[in-house]
């Protein structure tokens, strides 16, 4: 028997807060799909946060300049897609620069040392990863891979890819705000998905009517500080060090939350290339510049 009300289950994982929702199920049926979406989630951030020692990442990452690791078919897969991606960026989405972040601290607002910046550089660059079939190896010492720019983006396909193997057609999961859309709402209406203003939190930005496919937004202002009247975040240009300016934030609507995530992160990254770039990816967006004018199509 079919519950009217939907199933909304919560639960904290990836540092975000996190939902799955439910509708036209009975309870017990949502609950079990819902445990399973999020038993999946934490599964690939056991396997690959950097937090971890145990981790697939944090294997890889010791083994630095010394040998090369096993990977099993998932995660090649994951490297694949990092390589197509940094070749899509021309280079600017990098999973080789999360070792920026050891020069950069939100917590204060103070600029990083040059000499440690530029020491950390030296270490990052995609073309330094040698991969075999089922092997990867930095190739030099102090190297690291992270999966930032697209793990929880992952997670969020597989939690959905979870739902629809239960039978589940109308639902939506939702991962610190990338969203993946799993059929329409039971009378066929669509969802109405709130993009957040990168500027306020009381109202969103915009609301978009979503019936199936992802949502992601990329933006500075989930980590950033700001002096001298500028605002640094957490998005770094992987060629300088330093944080992108142009853009607040950048939306982006495809078929998965990947997609989705890694076109707004990209996107971010190419500053005033920006907007072309999405226009010639064919997918909708809306794009946020410095001084708070919309952009969309």
């Known amino acids: 028997m079919n519950n009217s009300k939907p199933y909304l289950h919560e639960f904290k994982a990836m540092a975000s807060m996190c939902q799955v929702l439910i509708a036209a199920c009975s309870h017990e049926e949502a609950m079990a799909a819902a445990k399973r979406a999020e038993e999946e989630v934490r599964r690939i951030e056991q396997k690959y946060s950097r937090y971890r020692s145990d981790s697939v990442l944090s294997q890889i990452n010791s083994k630095a300049g010394r040998e090369a690791?096993?990977?099993?078919?998932?995660?090649?897969?994951?490297?694949?897609?990092?390589?197509?991606?940094?070749?899509?960026?021309?280079?600017?989405?990098?999973?080789?620069?999360?070792?920026?972040?050891?020069?950069?601290?939100?917590?204060?607002?103070?600029?990083?040392?040059?000499?440690?910046?530029?020491?950390?550089?030296?270490?990052?660059?995609?073309?330094?990863?040698?991969?075999?079939?089922?092997?990867?190896?930095?190739?030099?010492?102090?190297?690291?891979?992270?999966?930032?720019?697209?793990?929880?983006?992952?997670?969020?396909?597989?939690?959905?890819?979870?739902?629809q193997a239960h039978g589940i057609r109308h639902a939506y999961v939702n991962l610190g705000g990338d969203l993946r859309i799993v059929g329409p709402k039971p009378d066929g209406e669509p969802w109405a998905i709130g993009i957040r203003h990168p500027r306020r939190d009381d109202k969103p930005i915009a609301t978009i009517p979503v019936t199936h496919g992802a949502l992601a937004t990329s933006g500075d202002y989930e980590r950033y500080f700001e002096l001298d009247g500028q605002r640094y975040c957490h998005i770094l240009n992987p060629k300088t060090g330093y944080p992108v300016r142009h853009w607040q934030s950048i939306s982006v609507l495809a078929t998965d939350t990947l997609s989705a995530g890694s076109l707004s992160t990209i996107a971010m990254l190419m500053e005033e290339r920006a907007l072309p770039f999405l226009r010639d990816s064919r997918l909708s967006f809306l794009a946020v510049d410095q001084h708070g004018e919309c952009f969309y199509d």
Request: glycine content about 8%.
């Open 69 to 163: 690791v096993f990977c099993d078919a998932e995660t090649c897969d994951l490297l694949d897609k990092a390589e197509l991606l940094y070749r899509h960026s021309d280079g600017l989405f990098d999973i080789t620069s999360g070792v920026l972040r050891k020069a950069w601290h939100f917590d204060a607002p103070a600029l990083p040392d040059s000499a440690l910046l530029n020491e950390l550089l030296a270490r990052v660059g995609w073309r330094k990863v040698e991969r075999d079939t089922d092997t990867v190896f930095l190739r030099e010492a102090g190297m690291e891979i992270d999966f930032g720019g697209f793990g929880k983006e992952y997670a969020t396909d597989r939690a959905a890819q979870i739902l």
